[in-house]
C-alpha cells in the first residue's frame, strides 16, 4: 500500500530543517578575518553579511568570471539529465582552472552560489522532482565545502565606515554560522538521497 502524504511529508520536514538550519546561519559569525592593521586580532563577518555581499567575490578575479558560469551550466545540464555535457562542461572549467590557477596565490571562491542552488533544490523537492533535487543538494553541499579552500573575503578597510574602504582580508578561521550553512546543504542532500530511496523500495 502506498502513502504519497507521508512522502509529501517527509519532502516537508526536509525542507523546513534545511530552511531553519540556514536560517541559524545567518545569524551567526560565519568566519573570522585578519584585523591587524586595525589593531585588532581577528574581525567577525556574520552569514547574512557574506550572503548580501558574497556574491561581489565573482568580480574579484579572472577566474571567478570564468567558473561562475561553469558551475551554473554544469548544475542545469546535470539537472536536465544531460550528463555528457554536463561532464564536458566540468572537464573544460577543471582544464582552464588548472591551467589559469598554476600560479596563483589565491583560491578561487564559487561557494557563494550554494545560496541559490540550495533555495532551487527546495523547490524542486517539494516538486517532488527528486532526480534534479538530488543533483542540485550534492551540488549544493560540494559548494558550501569549497569555501574551505578560499583564503580572502572582502571586509571592512582600515576605516571600515564606506564600502569604498572595502578590501581584501584574510580568513584565520571559521564560525559556527559557516558549519551550520554547511550542516543545512547536508541535511538537505541526507534527506533527499533517503527519501529517494525509500520512494524507490515502495515504487513509488
Known amino acids: ?22 536560517a541559524a546561519s545567518l545569524t551567526q559569525i560565519a568566519v573570522f578575518v585578519d584585523g591587524s592593521d586595525r589593531s585588532i ?26 567558473m561562475w558560469p561553469s558551475i551554473v551550466a554544469v548544475w542545469v545540464l546535470g539537472c536536465r539529465k544531460k550528463f555528457v555535457a ?6 573544460l572549467a577543471a582544464g582552464a ?5 598554476r600560479d596563483r596565490g589565491e583560491t578561487v571562491n564559487i561557494a557563494w552560489l550554494a545560496n541559490p542552488i540550495m533555495a532551487v533544490t527546495w523547490i524542486l523537492y517539494l516538486r517532488d522532482a527528486r532526480s ?14 569549497s569555501f574551505l579552500w578560499v583564503k580572502c573575503i572582502t571586509g ?25 550553512w554547511v550542516a543545512s546543504a547536508a541535511v ?6 533517503a527519501g529517494n530511496i525509500a520512494a524507490n523500495i515502495r515504487g513509488k
Open 86 to 91: 554536463a561532464a564536458i562542461t566540468a572537464a
Open 97 to 101: 582552472l588548472i591551467w589559469e590557477y
Open 188 to 193: 538537505l542532500a541526507a534527506g533527499v538521497a
Open 132 to 145: 534534479a533535487a538530488l543533483i542540485s543538494a550534492m551540488t549544493a553541499i560540494a559548494l558550501t565545502l
Open 1 to 22: 500500500m502506498r502513502h504519497p502524504w507521508k512522502f509529501r511529508t517527509l519532502r516537508l520536514v526536509v525542507v523546513l530543517a534545511s530552511a531553519a538550519t540556514f
Open 41 to 66: 586580532e581577528s574581525l567577525p563577518s556574520y552569514g547574512l553579511e557574506l550572503l548580501i555581499v558574497g556574491w561581489f567575490s565573482i568580480f574579484d578575479s579572472s577566474l571567478n568570471l570564468l
Open 156 to 180: 571592512p578597510g582600515p576605516e571600515g565606515v564606506n564600502v569604498e574602504d572595502f578590501e581584501m582580508r584574510t580568513i584565520i578561521s571559521y564560525g559556527i554560522g559557516y558549519w551550520l
